[in-house]
């Protein structure tokens, strides 16, 4: 019987590094690029010692290695060979080195068909990489978070929580937290609903995508304000439905002109109590000819109710879903503004006919909400801080308004027109004439701050020009500071 030779290694040099990973390395390539044939014999690991002049613990580390990844085997009493079951295209492919890129230029792999429509928006709307920059839009009054009671509560509530997580299995979340949700909208936002209606979620993006998810089906028409909230733009345009932007005002959304110009509709995204950007609030006639109509149509209605609670001198408007008689409104509320930007809950309440919907489409999109956060949640309103925290909160935004909006008209009086409401946790500035958006968000990153441009909450070009300032996450005295940085920056 002919026996197999030896490969012989002649001028075999490791490259600079750890020696026993690059005789891994080397003896890899020689296999991958066909040097070392399949069934080839390997010297002995004292012979590739004496050879190389190295350690035969590095070979023997290197082709147990080997071995591992299916590259070599062993013969009992025979040696070490290349293995048989190497595929021929792989052994004939060269080693590619870690930085070298071999990938079509320019190619994109097959996703989703509307990758190119959400590729825009992102572009236009992505967030800001310095998320702790002074103005940022969309942040509560973090620095007045009760922290210490939160961090007492959490070791109380985690006590709890380790011994019951196994038998905490509701879709719809944490049966104690609905309730105490169900009785809070019940007494401060008029709405009509029972505790199973409320769906736990992780906070009003993903109310929106389940909402998109259940609903719509591709090439559905939606409305959104105009200007209108991205996140919306986003979450409806990845399920392929057709985002139509319906005009709004003072008195919030135009329902007679989106009735005129899109009336096989689907769904309608408002804020109703608080139109995003602009502030408006919702006319009482707008509300029962837009419930009406969706009645009649059989149109669904999301009302993002995300800035209910920073309302500071007039009363409460109710719900839209209060008004509502026919379960035509799915409603959707946030805690992110009011307690901290991290905190991820918020809730739906959803009309008694799509309730076994929702439940399925949450269970199968992430299984369930986490449990602790819920619980803490749960104990937090039902003791009554929350309820504290709202109070503390909303006087405090209100001072924070008037301080901006003071400001703004002592150092900017020639650049800006503030515009106050009567709620909301931004300001929007109107730029006078002949003063560019962007030029004004150039002065601001240069001056540090998140403001943003009304366009890009805008899907056709506005006819107006203007910035946003948010202002709840910052004490009087920093507002002042912030506002005279940017006029002392545009002097320069």
């Known amino acids: 019987m002919n026996k197999k030779s030896v490969v012989s290694f002649p001028g075999l040099i490791l490259k600079k590094g750890k020696i026993k990973e690059q005789f891994y390395l080397t003896i890899k390539e020689l296999i991958l690029n066909g040097q070392l044939k399949a069934g080839s014999k390997l010297p002995s690991s004292r012979t590739f010692s004496e050879m190389m002049s190295i350690s035969r613990n590095s070979v023997i580390a290197g082709i147990d290695r080997l071995i591992d990844e299916g590259y070599l085997t062993t013969k009992h009493g025979s040696g070490t060979f290349v293995t048989s079951t190497v595929p021929d295209d792989v052994i004939h492919i060269k080693a590619t080195a870690p930085d070298q890129d071999t990938s079509p230029k320019n190619s994109v792999p097959t996703i989703h068909p509307d990758r190119d429509a959400l590729t825009k928006i992102w572009e236009k709307t992505a967030p800001l990489s310095g998320n702790n920059m002074t103005f940022n839009i969309g942040i509560g009054c973090v620095d007045l978070f009760p922290y210490e009671l939160w961090g007492r509560m959490l070791g109380r509530i985690w006590r709890q929580f380790r011994h019951q997580d196994g038998k905490l299995h509701e879709a719809l979340g944490y049966k104690p937290l609905r309730a105490a949700i169900g009785e809070y909208v019940r007494a401060t936002r008029g709405l009509h609903c029972s505790d199973e209606q409320i769906l736990i979620v992780n906070g009003t993006q993903q109310a929106m995508n389940l909402t998109a998810h259940v609903l719509l089906q591709r090439g559905d ?44 509709a689907k769904m309608i995204f408002t804020s109703p109590s608080h139109q995003f950007p602009l502030g408006g609030t919702l006319s009482l006639s707008r509300r029962i000819a837009l419930l009406d109509w969706a ?105 924070r308004q008037r301080v901006m909006i003071e400001a703004i008209q002592l150092f900017l009086p020639e650049i800006t027109l503030a515009e106050p409401f009567d709620s909301g946790i931004h300001i929007v500035c ?24 009304l366009s890009r909450y805008c899907q056709t070009k506005p006819t107006k020009q203007a910035i946003l300032f948010g202002f709840a996450a910052h004490t009087p005295s920093e507002i002042v500071d912030g506002i005279k940085k940017l006029a002392q920056t545009m002097t320069q």
Request: hydrophobic share 40%; aromatic share 14%; net charge negative.
């Open 221 to 264: 028409e939606v409305w959104l304000d105009e200007p209108g909230y991205d996140g919306a733009l986003g979450a409806f345009t990845s399920m392929g439905a057709m985002v139509r932007p319906v005009i709004s005002d003072n008195k919030g959304m135009d329902i007679s002109y989106a009735i005129k110009h899109w009336p096989q």
């Open 295 to 399: 009645s009649e149509n059989k149109m669904w209605i999301f009302e993002d109710d995300y800035n209910s609670e920073f309302r500071y001198t007039a009363q409460p408007i109710q719900a839209l879903q209060g008004l509502d008689k026919q379960q035509r409104v799915i409603y959707a509320g946030s805690f992110s503004k009011m307690m901290f930007p991290g905190f991820h809950l918020g809730f739906l309440v959803i009309p008694e006919s799509l309730v076994e919907s929702f439940k399925i489409a949450k269970y199968y999109g992430d299984t369930r909400t986490p449990y602790l956060e819920q619980m803490i949640l749960a104990a937090f309103i039902s003791e009554g801080h929350y309820a504290r925290h709202v109070r503390r909160v909303r006087k405090a935004c209100h001072e």
């Open 430 to 453: 109107w730029l006078a004439d002949g003063i560019q958006e962007s030029y004004m968000i150039d002065q601001c990153r240069k001056a540090g701050l998140g403001a943003q441009p």
